[in-house]
C-alpha cells in the first residue's frame, strides 16, 4: 500500500496487501513488545467461467472490430496489440503499462476503436483482477484510466 524510500542509506520498502498495526521503516527504530506486526497477502480471486467468458467475448468482439474497420496495413499490428492486451490482463498481476501502451496506441494508430479498447480495459472482472492485487494497484489503475 505503500512505498518509503530514503536516498543515502538506501532504504526502501513496498507494502501491500492487508496491513494490521504499525509499521516503520529506517534506522535505529525501536518497537515496544506490544506491537504486533501482521502482513496477510490479498485475498486471491477465482473468476467464474461465465465471467471468464464474458472477457474473452469482449476480446473476440474487438479482434472482430479491428478486422472489419481498421485499414488492411493496420489490422496485423493492431491484432498483436490486442493480444498485449489479453496478456497483460491475464498476467498474474494486471501489467498496467502494457494496459496504458495499448491503450496509447489506439488513440494514435485507429481512434476509432481506441472506446472499444477502452471497454476491455474497464471491464467488470479486470477491475475485480485489478482490485485483488491491492490499493496500491487499484489507486494506479484510477489514475491511468479513470475507471
Given at each position: 500500500?505503500?512505498?518509503?524510500?530514503?536516498?543515502?542509506?538506501?532504504?526502501?520498502?513496498?507494502?501491500?496487501?492487508?496491513?494490521?498495526?504499525?509499521?516503520?521503516?529506517?534506522?535505529?527504530?525501536?518497537q515496544?513488545?506490544?506491537?504486533?506486526?501482521?502482513?496477510?497477502?490479498?485475498?486471491?480471486?477465482?473468476?467464474?467461467?461465465?465471467?471468464?467468458?464474458?472477457?474473452?467475448?469482449?476480446?473476440?468482439?474487438?479482434?472482430?472490430?479491428?478486422?472489419?474497420?481498421?485499414?488492411?496495413?493496420?489490422?496485423?499490428?493492431?491484432?498483436?496489440?490486442?493480444?498485449e492486451?489479453?496478456?497483460?490482463?491475464?498476467?498474474?498481476?494486471?501489467?498496467?503499462?502494457?494496459?496504458e501502451?495499448?491503450?496509447?496506441?489506439?488513440?494514435?494508430?485507429?481512434?476509432?476503436?481506441?472506446?472499444?479498447?477502452?471497454?476491455?480495459?474497464?471491464?467488470?472482472?479486470v477491475?475485480?483482477?485489478?482490485?485483488?492485487?491491492?490499493?496500491?494497484?487499484?489507486?494506479?489503475?484510477?489514475?491511468?484510466?479513470?475507471?
Amino acid at each position: 500500500m505503500g512505498t518509503n524510500e530514503q536516498s543515502n542509506d538506501k532504504i526502501s520498502a513496498t507494502i501491500t496487501g492487508t496491513v494490521t498495526g504499525p509499521v516503520a521503516v529506517g534506522k535505529s527504530i525501536q518497537q515496544g513488545k506490544s506491537i504486533q506486526q501482521i502482513v496477510s497477502p490479498p485475498p486471491s480471486y477465482q473468476a467464474s467461467q461465465d465471467e471468464l467468458a464474458s472477457l474473452r467475448q469482449a476480446l473476440a468482439e474487438l479482434r472482430q472490430r479491428v478486422t472489419v474497420e481498421a485499414p488492411p496495413e493496420k489490422i496485423p499490428a493492431a491484432l498483436e496489440r490486442v493480444d498485449e492486451l489479453e496478456e497483460a490482463i491475464n498476467s498474474k498481476e494486471p501489467d498496467l503499462s502494457t494496459m496504458e501502451y495499448v491503450k496509447g496506441w489506439f488513440t494514435r494508430h485507429l481512434p476509432g476503436l481506441a472506446g472499444a479498447v477502452m471497454g476491455v480495459i474497464v471491464h467488470p472482472i479486470v477491475g475485480k483482477l485489478v482490485e485483488v492485487t491491492g490499493d496500491a494497484l487499484v489507486a494506479e489503475f484510477q489514475r491511468r484510466f479513470g475507471a
